[in-house]
Nanobody, 125 residues
Framework: QGPLQESGGGLVQAGNSLTLSCEASDATLSVNHMTWFRQAPGKERKFVAAVTWKTGETYYHESVEERFILSRDKAKKTIYLQMNGLEPEDTAVYYC??????????????????WGQGTQVTVSS
């Protein structure tokens, strides 16, 4: 097992909601921010939302900012992605990532030090 553990994926109908969780299982893990990415079959991994660990500021891709809510629980070292109004276009493997420091744009995959194994989200029409 890696340092990030995702859960909560599944199959839902369009219009429904799903909440993903990502726990940093290593208590010594130093985190500046944590982020959700997603990757659809045959597509590049894309930024969904990020949260800064110290202040809890959140940043969203424009395609989800009206529907998804990202939060963090510092005591549990866990982030949550509440996904509302799901659409078939949201179908993808969702990955959690963590960065030890800020080294550039949140959407840049190469800026992250740790990754989860991914959790599948499938939205049926």
């Amino acid at each position: 097992q890696g340092p990030l553990q995702e859960s909560g994926g599944g199959l839902v109908q369009a219009g429904n909601s799903l909440t993903l969780s990502c726990e940093a299982s290593d208590a010594t893990l130093s985190v500046n921010h944590m982020t959700w990415f997603r990757q659809a079959p045959g597509k590049e991994r894309k930024f969904v939302a990020a949260v800064t660990w110290k202040t809890g500021e959140t940043y969203y891709h424009e395609s989800v900012e009206e529907r998804f809510i990202l939060s963090r629980d510092k005591a549990k070292k866990t982030i949550y992605l509440q996904m509302n109004g799901l659409e078939p276009e949201d179908t993808a493997v969702y990955y959690c990532a963590a960065a030890k420091s800020y080294s550039g744009p949140y959407h840049r995959v190469s800026n992250y030090d740790y990754w989860g194994q991914g959790t599948q989200v499938t939205v049926s029409s």
